[in-house]
């Protein structure tokens, strides 16, 4: 366990170690681990999927896929929360504070706990439930998530396996819902879509 935690510190420190070696970087990910800019610009592509595809049968696919992404998204959110009772693992910059400055170049020092990342867990949710019914999309979605969960770590916020314990929350929860979870409650997703259309939301 030791090993795991100093492989899991040495990675941390390599990757947040390039803030300040190249400018056009740091910019990047200072848009890529922003608290907005990730998360809105994949709220608009759900938006986009849920009026897209000119064939009734085209559109109701990528309803339904929206509909498990938000499903996803809010069970993970609070899978995330119900760990952090358990486990309050400190920030990277809190257990070593001379990450601090590095934080402050990209970011804002959070002081939730560091374990699972929550970040990771939505974007992953939703990219991987987008991505069981539209691969293109879906891999779109997934770069975005893999850019900003990359930031959280270069900005020194989340330890990379943070990062990984946030991605298989958000894409196990992802599974869940397609595989277990809509199946059961159905036919309730079908009345949504339906009333959706009814008045003219779908």
């Known amino acids: 366990m030791h090993q795991i935690a100093a492989a899991d510190e040495r990675v941390l420190l390599w990757i947040s170690g390039l803030v300040g070696k190249f400018a056009p970087l740091d910019y990047i990910?200072?848009?890529?681990?922003?608290?907005?800019f990730i998360p809105v610009s994949i709220s608009l592509i759900l938006l986009g999927l849920w009026f897209w595809g000119k064939k009734m049968d085209e559109r109701e696919s990528y309803q339904r896929a929206v509909l498990i992404a938000a499903a996803s998204?809010?069970?993970?959110?609070?899978m995330v929360k119900i760990c952090n009772l358990f486990y309050d693992r400190p920030r990277p910059f809190m257990s070593m504070p001379e990450l601090l400055p590095t934080v402050e170049k990209i970011f804002y020092p959070p002081h939730?706990?560091?374990?699972?990342?929550?970040a990771a867990a939505i974007v992953f949710a939703v990219a991987a439930a987008i991505w069981f019914y539209r691969h293109k999309i879906g891999a779109f979605l997934c770069f975005l998530a893999l850019l900003m969960s990359f930031a959280r770590v270069?900005?020194?916020v989340h330890y990379p396996l943070d990062i990984i314990g946030g991605a298989a929350i958000g894409i196990l929860t992802s599974l869940?819902?397609?595989?277990?979870?809509?199946?059961?409650?159905?036919?309730l997703p079908t009345l949504i879509l339906k009333l959706a259309r009814k008045f003219c939301l779908a």
Do not use: T
Not at 29 to 36: F, G, I, P, S
Not at 73 to 78: M, R, V
Not at 112 to 118: K, Y
Not at 179 to 184: A, D, E, G, R, T
């Open 73 to 78: 998204l809010g069970i993970s959110d609070g």
């Open 154 to 156: 270069y900005a020194a």
């Open 29 to 36: 990910m200072r848009l890529a681990v922003n608290d907005y």
């Open 176 to 187: 869940f819902c397609m595989k277990i979870l809509f199946p059961f409650v159905e036919p």
């Open 112 to 118: 939730d706990p560091s374990f699972p990342s929550n």
